[in-house]
């Protein structure tokens, strides 16, 4: 069995300030370990995905994620947030090999990032 | 353009009254699924297919059905709509260990 802990339903930032973003993960089997954007309005799109290669991802506009097994995290992390950066965000694991596809991917229930001026 | 195709995207309607919404993909995926967004809850799968004639039940599949006829088209029916379906779904595809792509999603409110 699989679950994600994304601690933090809200998270607020000033524009240009460190964004971080947390997620815990608890798998019986080597996680691969996703983090999904959603917009207002829109559809989620895919952030960045930790497969079991490098343990620092980077991703789109600029986001990071590291994946720490002794921890059970794959926080993400963007160095200067945006105002467009604010979004819904969900951190996501599936089993290794199952790769993330849609018969095996658990979600956290997300965090709303919120960006002031 | 690769897409996921969800509809209607709106759609009110009252207790009891059946309706499909649809979900069709055009990246010939083999993989499909069904998930309801709600607050507090993140997003939970009701149904996935892995192929055509190939489905099976997520986590919350009671009161919704599925069908996979074809491989580029999901529907999933509501034969019978109660308040506590009102929701935001999305349809979502992928290959196998492939990363999934989403549909815009369907907001349903159920009188």
């Known amino acids: 069995a699989q679950s994600v802990t994304q601690l933090g339903s809200h998270v607020s930032v000033s524009e240009g300030a460190l964004v971080l973003l947390r997620c815990n993960y608890s798998?019986?089997?080597?996680?691969?370990l996703f983090w999904y954007v959603q917009y207002p309005n829109q559809g989620l799109q895919l952030l960045l995905k930790?497969?079991?290669?490098?343990?620092l991802v980077k991703g789109i506009n600029g986001f990071e994620a590291e994946f720490k097994k002794s921890e059970t995290s794959f926080h993400l992390t963007k160095p200067s947030a945006h105002m467009s950066d604010a979004a819904e965000y969900f951190c996501?694991?599936?089993?290794?090999?199952?790769?993330?596809?849609?018969?095996?991917?658990?979600f956290g229930k997300g965090t709303h990032l919120i960006i002031q001026p | 353009e690769a897409q996921v195709t969800q509809n209607p995207r709106y759609l009110i309607t009252v207790t009891g009254k059946k309706l499909t919404v649809t979900c069709s993909q055009n990246m010939n995926h083999e993989y499909m699924s069904w998930y309801r967004q709600d607050p507090g809850l993140g997003l939970r799968q009701i149904y996935y297919?892995?192929?055509?004639?190939?489905?099976d039940k997520g986590d919350v599949p009671e009161g919704y059905k599925v069908s996979r006829k074809e491989k580029r088209n999901f529907p999933l029916i509501l034969e019978s709509p109660s308040p506590n379906q009102t929701s935001l779904y999305f349809c979502?595809?992928?290959?196998?260990?492939?990363?999934?792509?989403f549909g815009a999603g369907t907001r349903l409110s159920v009188l």
């Open positions: 930790y497969t079991s290669a490098a343990t």
């Open positions: 979502a595809s992928s290959f196998k260990g492939g990363i999934q792509y």
């Open positions: 996501a694991v599936s089993e290794a090999g199952s790769g993330g596809g849609a018969d095996g991917l658990t």
């Open positions: 798998s019986s089997v080597p996680p691969y």
């Open positions: 297919s892995m192929n055509v004639e190939v489905t």
